[in-house]
């Protein structure tokens, strides 16, 4: 109990701390095959490189049909800039490539019809697929509660002691989030995760030291909020 209610105290302090400075932009919505296109470009990477990369893909490519075809070498160089864009290339025309030998089509709407656990387990067959797309779509497109974590969001949330082990499974250490995080901020939950992951100025770089406990990480939460960034929130906040 101890532990659990140090964490969610961590949770608490995170959205209490970072919610102005990291207020995320609305998340568009997109169909279910665009929001796992979108999730590919996403899994390892800043919101802004992210965006920019899916909407080069839209710009360079007709449709999705024409991507389909397309070399990973023409698809990556749309992808510039985008941590691993070589290996996401081959995992869109994978993805497209397979939705289309199945359906015929680009249209993956037919999920919305299926429950979340049966809609999830087809999305998980996807070669293409993972855990964090799969959370992804689950939370953007499919009304549920996941919280998608990558690499750099991992390393966040080590380092505030929400992830004690690096061994812990990814769906263990979700199920934990979606206990503490309510369905109604799990997005910006994200979001704050993902921008701190990405911004060096805060914790959660590879070069910052971690967070033994949740109780540390409760307390490094604590003196951020009265130091120069939460100072920075403060005078964010309407007067």
């Known amino acids: 109990m101890p532990v659990t209610t140090n964490k969610q105290r961590v949770v608490n302090q995170i959205f209490t701390s970072y919610k102005k400075r990291y207020e995320p932009q609305e998340v568009r919505e997109r169909p279910v095959l665009e929001q ?11 919101r ?10 839209q710009e360079s490519f007709y449709d999705w049909n024409e991507l ?3 070399s990973t070498r023409e698809v990556e160089e749309a992808l510039e800039g985008l941590p691993a864009s070589e290996d996401k290339a081959n995992r869109l025309i994978s993805f497209l490539q397979e939705v289309f030998e199945t359906t015929f089509s680009f249209d993956l709407e037919s999920l919305h019809k299926k429950g979340l656990k049966q809609a999830a387990k087809q999305l998980s067959r996807y070669q293409a697929s993972s855990d964090y797309v799969v959370a992804w779509v689950i939370q953007h497109s499919l009304g549920g509660h ?3 974590i990558d690499e750099p969001c991992a390393r966040v949330l080590r380092h505030l002691g929400l992830l004690e082990h690096e061994e812990e ?16 901020r799990g997005p910006l939950f994200v979001e704050i995760m993902t921008a701190m992951a990405h911004d060096p100025n805060v914790i959660g770089r590879e070069a910052a ?3 033994r406990t949740p109780a540390h990480a409760a307390s490094i939460a604590d003196a951020k909020a009265s130091s120069a960034v939460g100072d920075r929130v403060s005078r964010s906040k309407p007067r």
């Open 68 to 70: 389909r075809v397309s």
């Open 36 to 46: 796992f296109l979108y999730a590919i470009c996403r899994e390892g990477s800043s």
């Open 209 to 211: 030291p971690t967070a």
């Open 169 to 184: 499974a990814t769906d263990f250490v979700r199920a934990s989030l979606e206990h503490l995080v309510p369905k109604s």
């Open 146 to 148: 996941a919280i998608p």
């Open 48 to 57: 802004e490189v992210a965006d920019q990369a899916y909407r080069s893909l």
